[in-house]
Nanobody, 127 residues
Protein backbone atom coordinates (compact mmCIF):
# COMPACT_ATOMS: atom_id res chain seq x y z
CA UNK A 1 0.00 0.00 0.00
CA UNK A 2 1.18 3.53 -0.70
CA UNK A 3 0.02 6.93 0.51
CA UNK A 4 0.39 9.96 -1.73
CA UNK A 5 0.56 13.67 -0.97
CA UNK A 6 0.75 16.43 -3.59
CA UNK A 7 2.28 19.88 -3.20
CA UNK A 8 3.43 22.76 -5.36
CA UNK A 9 0.13 24.09 -6.63
CA UNK A 10 -0.72 27.77 -6.66
CA UNK A 11 -1.68 30.80 -8.70
CA UNK A 12 0.40 31.65 -11.75
CA UNK A 13 -0.01 33.91 -14.77
CA UNK A 14 -0.48 32.47 -18.22
CA UNK A 15 2.86 31.50 -19.70
CA UNK A 16 4.35 30.78 -16.30
CA UNK A 17 5.62 27.55 -14.77
CA UNK A 18 4.95 25.38 -11.76
CA UNK A 19 6.43 22.12 -10.52
CA UNK A 20 4.12 19.78 -8.70
CA UNK A 21 5.49 17.14 -6.36
CA UNK A 22 3.89 13.97 -5.10
CA UNK A 23 5.56 12.33 -2.12
CA UNK A 24 4.83 8.67 -1.57
CA UNK A 25 5.13 6.58 1.55
CA UNK A 26 6.35 3.02 1.55
CA UNK A 27 9.50 1.26 0.52
CA UNK A 28 8.08 -0.11 -2.73
CA UNK A 29 7.49 3.21 -4.49
CA UNK A 30 9.74 2.21 -7.38
CA UNK A 31 7.43 -0.69 -8.22
CA UNK A 32 4.41 1.53 -8.89
CA UNK A 33 3.32 3.07 -12.15
CA UNK A 34 2.61 6.74 -11.50
CA UNK A 35 0.38 9.28 -13.16
CA UNK A 36 -1.02 12.77 -12.86
CA UNK A 37 -4.67 13.57 -13.45
CA UNK A 38 -6.59 16.81 -13.17
CA UNK A 39 -10.18 17.83 -12.63
CA UNK A 40 -11.66 21.21 -13.41
CA UNK A 41 -14.99 22.34 -11.93
CA UNK A 42 -17.90 20.64 -13.65
CA UNK A 43 -15.65 18.37 -15.67
CA UNK A 44 -14.55 14.76 -15.42
CA UNK A 45 -11.16 13.81 -14.10
CA UNK A 46 -8.73 13.62 -17.01
CA UNK A 47 -5.36 12.06 -17.55
CA UNK A 48 -2.41 14.45 -17.81
CA UNK A 49 0.77 12.36 -17.75
CA UNK A 50 1.93 8.89 -16.78
CA UNK A 51 5.10 6.93 -16.27
CA UNK A 52 5.59 3.18 -16.23
CA UNK A 53 7.29 1.43 -13.33
CA UNK A 54 10.61 1.24 -15.12
CA UNK A 55 10.62 5.01 -15.61
CA UNK A 56 11.54 4.58 -19.25
CA UNK A 57 8.11 5.05 -20.81
CA UNK A 58 6.04 8.17 -20.40
CA UNK A 59 2.65 9.21 -21.73
CA UNK A 60 1.04 12.62 -22.09
CA UNK A 61 -2.34 14.01 -22.94
CA UNK A 62 -2.27 15.82 -26.26
CA UNK A 63 -3.28 19.03 -24.52
CA UNK A 64 -0.07 19.12 -22.45
CA UNK A 65 2.43 17.41 -24.73
CA UNK A 66 5.52 19.55 -25.16
CA UNK A 67 4.68 21.69 -22.13
CA UNK A 68 4.51 19.26 -19.21
CA UNK A 69 7.11 16.69 -18.11
CA UNK A 70 6.62 13.85 -15.66
CA UNK A 71 9.60 12.47 -13.78
CA UNK A 72 10.30 10.40 -10.70
CA UNK A 73 13.01 10.12 -8.06
CA UNK A 74 12.89 6.65 -6.52
CA UNK A 75 15.39 7.64 -3.84
CA UNK A 76 13.15 10.45 -2.64
CA UNK A 77 9.95 8.46 -3.31
CA UNK A 78 8.64 11.40 -5.28
CA UNK A 79 7.06 11.96 -8.67
CA UNK A 80 7.09 15.39 -10.26
CA UNK A 81 5.10 17.24 -12.88
CA UNK A 82 6.96 20.17 -14.42
CA UNK A 83 4.46 22.46 -16.07
CA UNK A 84 5.67 25.14 -18.46
CA UNK A 85 3.76 27.48 -20.73
CA UNK A 86 0.71 27.29 -18.51
CA UNK A 87 -2.64 28.29 -19.96
CA UNK A 88 -5.90 29.30 -18.24
CA UNK A 89 -7.41 26.01 -19.42
CA UNK A 90 -4.84 24.17 -17.29
CA UNK A 91 -6.66 25.43 -14.19
CA UNK A 92 -7.77 22.42 -12.15
CA UNK A 93 -7.11 20.34 -9.09
CA UNK A 94 -4.18 18.08 -9.90
CA UNK A 95 -3.98 14.58 -8.44
CA UNK A 96 -1.20 12.04 -8.47
CA UNK A 97 -2.10 8.39 -8.70
CA UNK A 98 -0.30 5.07 -8.35
CA UNK A 99 -0.89 1.63 -9.77
CA UNK A 100 0.86 -1.51 -8.47
CA UNK A 101 1.13 -2.84 -12.02
CA UNK A 102 1.64 -1.10 -15.33
CA UNK A 103 -1.75 -0.44 -16.89
CA UNK A 104 -2.00 -1.68 -20.46
CA UNK A 105 -1.04 1.11 -22.83
CA UNK A 106 -4.54 1.33 -24.27
CA UNK A 107 -5.98 2.15 -20.83
CA UNK A 108 -3.11 4.06 -19.23
CA UNK A 109 -5.31 7.15 -19.22
CA UNK A 110 -8.16 5.50 -17.31
CA UNK A 111 -8.54 6.62 -13.68
CA UNK A 112 -9.94 3.23 -12.71
CA UNK A 113 -6.57 1.62 -13.45
CA UNK A 114 -4.95 3.50 -10.59
CA UNK A 115 -5.50 2.20 -7.10
CA UNK A 116 -4.07 4.96 -4.92
CA UNK A 117 -4.73 8.70 -5.05
CA UNK A 118 -3.51 11.82 -3.33
CA UNK A 119 -5.74 14.58 -1.99
CA UNK A 120 -5.00 16.96 -4.85
CA UNK A 121 -3.41 20.38 -5.21
CA UNK A 122 -5.04 23.41 -6.83
CA UNK A 123 -3.46 25.02 -9.87
CA UNK A 124 -4.94 28.29 -11.06
CA UNK A 125 -3.69 30.02 -14.19
CA UNK A 126 -4.77 33.62 -14.70
CA UNK A 127 -5.04 35.21 -18.13
Amino acid sequence: QVQLGESGGGLVQAGGSLRLSCAASGRTFSTYAMAWFRQAPGKEREFVAGMRRNGLSTYYANSVKGRFTISRDNVKNTVYLQMNGLKPEDTAVYYCAAAPTDPPVVVVTAPLKYEYWGQGTQVTVSS
